[in-house]
């Protein structure tokens, strides 16, 4: 039996995919805090917390979208086409947030102002666009002779539209347990509080999609409520609620810092798993599964040896990056 290339390149999509949601979800998080934060020495350790990783993040995006059209041409052509003015505003959201991190220091306190404005903008545009994203790839796309057949605003519809509130409620907990890992005093309990807000509002989320999606779409109901499917994806739920609780509780323990995060990774994971669930094994759903969509397999081996070396190396810089800037974090040091 021989080794399936498709699968191989999935799989490495969608481990870039998770990685960038973890890892630039937490940062994009604080943005979406910064409004709730008014005291300036507060902001700058919120964003002194993520400057040294934060461009580093991105680049499991750049690795998912890339794999994609290496290894998925249909489906980048598809995706590309029929979320057009998401993808833009997500694009246009990150640009504004990377700006802000270069200039907001550099600034006059009388133009400090906008470059915070840009960064929670930007962090909430994109966020919101991404969330978009993830509600259309479960709604699925018309194709036709292998083209999107739909029109530039199939997108805008109430679900995706909580799709995109929803991931800004998950990156906005990923970015109040990050900052009671790294932070101290006034700062770290206020994130106390909000986590807990925060975290009703998630499972409010998870629980309105997890009813929404199997009564509108039938592939997903079929997928977890049929036997012995519901007995093999029971723990998804389970472990949710589980972590939900563990968060909770964790957040009034001052002793506690970095199970918090941990245990927000772990949720974030489960409602990934989730989508893999639901959708597997259609690309562009509800019918065009990864080996519909595949390129060449000799096209997707020449990729593959260049990814399998670059991955490491990735890995092997990110996490001693991550291992350099460990530690609680001051508005006086970090990036000027």
């Not at 964003?47 to 750049?62: K, Y």
Request: charge should be neutral; aromatic fraction near 16%.
């Amino acid at each position: 039996m021989g080794v399936d290339i498709s699968v191989i390149w999935f799989a490495i999509i969608v481990f870039a995919t998770l990685m960038y949601i973890i890892m630039d979800g937490f940062d994009l998080g604080i943005g979406i805090l910064f409004n709730f934060v008014r005291d300036p020495k507060e902001r700058d350790v919120m964003i002194n917390s993520v400057a040294p990783v934060w461009d580093g993040n991105e680049t499991w995006l750049v690795l998912g979208g890339a794999g994609l059209f290496g290894a998925f041409p249909l489906a980048y052509a598809v995706v590309v086409d029929a979320l057009t003015i998401p993808l833009t505003a997500m694009l246009i959201g990150l640009i504004f947030r990377g700006v802000a991190f270069e200039f907001r220091f550099k600034a006059t306190p009388s133009h400090r102002q906008f470059w915070d404005y840009s960064f929670a903008g930007g962090s909430l545009l994109a966020t919101f666009s991404q969330g978009i994203v993830v509600g259309a790839m479960i709604n699925g796309f018309p194709v036709e002779g292998r083209r999107f057949a739909g029109s530039a605003l199939d997108w805008l519809t109430p679900f995706n539209l909580f799709c995109g509130l929803g991931l800004v409620v998950a990156y906005a907990l990923l970015g109040t347990t990050w900052l009671i890992m790294k932070s101290e005093g006034s700062l770290q309990q206020q994130m106390r509080q909000l986590t807990r807000r925060v975290l009703l509002a998630l499972m409010v989320v998870i629980a309105v999609v997890s009813i929404w999606t199997p009564l509108g779409w039938g592939y997903v109901s079929e997928r977890w409520f049929t036997l012995p499917n519901f007995f093999y994806f029971l723990p998804v739920p389970v472990l949710v609620l589980i972590f939900g609780l563990w968060i909770w509780r964790l957040t009034s323990n001052p002793d506690s810092h970095t199970r918090p995060f941990i245990l927000t990774l772990g949720l974030v994971f489960l409602g990934f798993s989730g989508l893999g669930i639901s959708l597997w094994p259609h690309i562009i759903p509800p019918d065009i599964t990864i080996w519909d969509a595949a390129a060449p397999p000799a096209s997707q081996l020449f990729m593959l040896v260049g990814t399998l070396l670059i991955i490491p190396v990735i890995l092997v810089y990110t996490a001693w990056s991550y291992y350099v800037f460990r530690g609680k974090v001051s508005g006086t040091e970090g990036y000027h």
